[in-house]
């Protein structure tokens, strides 16, 4: 008997059967052999052929995306020119603050760009949108730490007394990093974890985000907290900055911290406030998600996403009516980019006719367009990713409540945890009201929102918890009003150093860039405001209502059969 190998109906050999095949062996056994007059590239050949596949299955486009050499290149530039005005600009408003350490910082910031872009090339990894968000996010974890040091450093070095700290400089500076230590790991440990269940769990973009996101927080923190001390430390130790302490940063306290400490602020009396305001923001973003929607991108509901280039400006109602006449009266038509001259179309029909239907209508009505970008994601991916996203974005949240509840008591992490979640609902509200799509890089943006807030939030909590633990008896309410009063400057600086970079993404990169810069803009405001206006007044009523309990005093301890304490 003959059987026949048959590969997309033609048939690659037809080899007699000479002996018997076991029932279920077949070829895969390893039981059955093709002999004849083959030479050696005709054997390979027919290998080939057999392993190439010998089932009619079909192929189903899953996931497609093509931008346009144009777009490319202008997304790379902009990205590129955003990224070192805005570390320039961040660099400068350190050494201004900080002046020798700030300048010290710039310097391992730079370092820190070298380390993450050198592991990113050592893994192949490739550089998208939402790794650009982690990248960003870990540029703040590195300012931040500095940031949080230097201030530390100028509170130990007005304590030890202008002539103590003089005369040894690094004195301050090593307490400072040694009293830091504990905010910065538990905001890094927060994020790390968030990042790798992200990577666990998300799939496409959103893991990449996971990966930077590990990779940048990595090299921060080597850089903060080693390269910069090595380079403190040895700079402190020249004869001409300990004649000159100006210099070092650490000689005053700076202009807005002595005016905190001259009135410090009463913002937990108004809690109540703070809640009604917060409550009100909710509402209006729920308002949003509620009456005008969320639109959920082409990457978490499939459909074919396509930008194009016109010739001339182009209305949007026009394009609208064209596209509805060309028979998709459901998409979602927007007039971007330079004069109204880019038009976005997202619908839901993913094949090749439909593009071209529509190439067609706005052509008609636009002139000759081109595409600049395609992005095309079958339904079964597009479930599949919103489902991985939501499940690696609950896990992260679950993950740091988990981690900040083992960290400080319970009512810190719930009070960290709810102004975090509403940070999110105010940015989700935010992108509802004005209509822009909730696409990977908005996950990529609501994701790095969510470190800020954590780790800002962790800041004040712990400084909290330390003022609680020398034994103050002063309410718990003037507490909190002392730990804000010690912390908005970090808060006012590290924000800044975040700001100047998104600002320049927000005006620099163009339509790719505007959704994310514009988000991270919002969520960065609110993780500050939520921080100050809600985790703490949150965390005094909590505390207020499930005290801590006393610790119970501990049992001497005998080695004496006389009942004698040791």
């Known amino acids: 008997r ?29 039981s059955t052999q093709i002999t004849g007059g083959f030479s050696a590239e005709e054997a390979r050949d027919l290998a080939a052929l057999v392993e190439g596949g010998a089932l009619p299955l079909p192929v189903t486009t899953l996931e497609q995306s093509t931008v346009g050499p144009t777009l490319g290149a202008d997304a790379i530039r902009a990205s590129a020119l955003a990224a070192v005005i805005g570390l320039a600009c961040t660099g400068v408003f350190v050494i201004v603050v900080y002046r020798l350490l700030g300048l010290l910082a710039t310097v391992a910031l730079l370092l820190y760009g070298l380390l993450s872009y050198a592991a990113v090339v050592a893994l192949g990894a490739t550089l998208t949108l939402p790794g650009l968000a982690g990248f960003v996010l870990a540029v703040g974890i590195a300012v931040d730490a500095n940031v949080l040091v230097f201030e530390r450093a100028r509170e130990e070095y007005a304590a030890l007394g202008r002539t103590t700290a003089v005369r040894d400089p690094r004195r ?21 974890l968030a990042a790798g269940l992200l990577f666990a769990f998300a799939t496409g973009p959103v893991k990449g985000f996971g990966v930077t996101l590990a990779l940048g927080v990595l090299a921060s923190m080597v850089t903060a907290m080693v390269i910069t001390r090595l380079l403190a430390d040895a700079a402190l130790a020249l004869p001409a900055v ?18 905190l400490a001259r009135r410090a602020p009463r913002l937990m009396v108004h809690r109540r406030r703070w809640y009604t305001v917060s409550t009100v923001l909710l509402l209006v973003a729920l308002a949003g998600i509620g009456v005008r929607g969320v639109q959920l991108g082409v990457e978490f509901t499939g459909g074919r996403d396509v930008q194009y280039a016109a010739t001339r400006p182009v209305d949007a109602d026009a394009a609208r009516a064209a596209v509805a006449a060309a028979g998709f009266p459901d998409a979602v038509v927007q007039a971007t980019g330079d004069g109204g001259r880019d038009v976005t179309v997202r619908v839901a029909e993913t094949d090749d006719s439909a593009q071209r239907r ?13 595409v600049e970008r395609d992005d095309l994601v079958g339904p079964s991916l597009g479930g599949e990713l919103r489902t ?10 679950a993950a740091q409540l988990a981690y900040l509840s083992v960290r400080f008591r319970w009512t810190y992490a719930a009070a960290a945890v709810v102004a975090m979640a509403q940070d999110v609902l105010l940015v989700v509200g935010l992108f509802a009201w004005l209509g822009k799509p909730v696409d990977s890089v908005f996950l990529a943006a609501l994701l790095t929102v969510v470190g800020y807030s954590v780790n800002d939030s962790v800041v004040v909590l ?101 009942g004698a304490v040791v």
């Open 172 to 192: 301050p500076l090593a307490t400072a990093f040694a009293k830091a230590w504990s905010a910065v790991a538990d905001s890094n440990v927060t994020t790390l």
């Open 2 to 30: 003959r059987v026949a190998i048959v590969l997309d109906d033609r048939i690659v050999s037809a080899p007699a059967v000479q002996a018997g095949v076991t029932c279920g062996a077949g070829i895969a056994g390893g």
């Open 358 to 370: 529509i190439t067609e209508a706005l052509t008609k009505t636009a002139g000759p367009v081109t």
């Open 462 to 562: 712990d400084r909290l918890r330390e003022i609680r633990r020398t034994g103050t008896r002063l309410p718990l309410a003037d507490l909190a009003d002392r730990a804000v009063a010690q912390t908005l400057p970090r808060t006012v600086n590290t924000g800044m150093g975040a700001l100047f970079v998104l600002a320049a993404l927000a005006v620099l990169g163009g339509d790719t860039l505007t959704d994310f810069s514009v988000a991270l803009l919002a969520g960065v405001v609110l993780g500050m405001a939520s921080t100050v206006f809600t985790a703490l007044p949150l965390t005094v009523t909590l505390e207020s209502r499930a005290p801590k309990p006393p610790a119970r005093p501990a049992k001497p301890r005998t080695s004496d059969p006389t």
């Open 242 to 259: 300990r004649r000159r302490p100006a210099l070092t940063g650490m000689a005053g306290l700076g202009r807005l911290r002595t005016r």
């Open 388 to 397: 991985h996203a939501l499940l690696a974005l609950g896990l992260a949240v």
